[in-house]
């Protein structure tokens, strides 16, 4: 399922589609090249502790993390 977000002040849109499979593939720079500097950090500390076992679980949470990130910034999902 792909989310659709638009930014109200000059209505801007980000697709946000197969978060899982990016997020699996390229970890914690999906979410830098997204724009979610605080989940790319922490997705990147969990992975060194865990030695990589936490990047087959958090895929599962990319997309809810991505478009919640963009909804704090006043975003709004089309």
Same mark, same amino acid.
């Given at each position: 399922?792909? =989310?659709?977000?638009?930014?109200?002040?000059?209505?801007?849109? *980000?697709?946000?589609?197969?978060? $899982?499979?990016?997020?699996?593939? $390229?970890?914690?720079?999906? +979410? =830098?090249? &997204?724009? *979610?500097?605080?989940? =790319?950090? !922490?997705? +990147?500390? %969990?992975?060194? +502790?865990?030695?990589? %076992?936490?990047? !087959? %679980?958090?895929? +599962?949470?990319?997309?809810? =993390? %991505? *478009?919640?990130?963009?909804?704090?910034?006043?975003? &709004?999902?089309?």
């Amino acid at each position: 399922m792909a =989310a659709i977000l638009i930014n109200p002040s000059n209505n801007y849109e *980000v697709r946000v589609s197969l978060a $899982f499979l990016w997020c699996l593939l $390229f970890g914690s720079f999906y +979410f =830098a090249y &997204k724009g *979610v500097w605080g989940q =790319a950090v !922490l997705s +990147f500390f %969990i992975a060194c +502790f865990t030695f990589g %076992i936490s990047w !087959l %679980i958090y895929p +599962f949470f990319a997309e809810k =993390a %991505i *478009v919640d990130h963009y909804m704090r910034m006043g975003w &709004k999902v089309k």
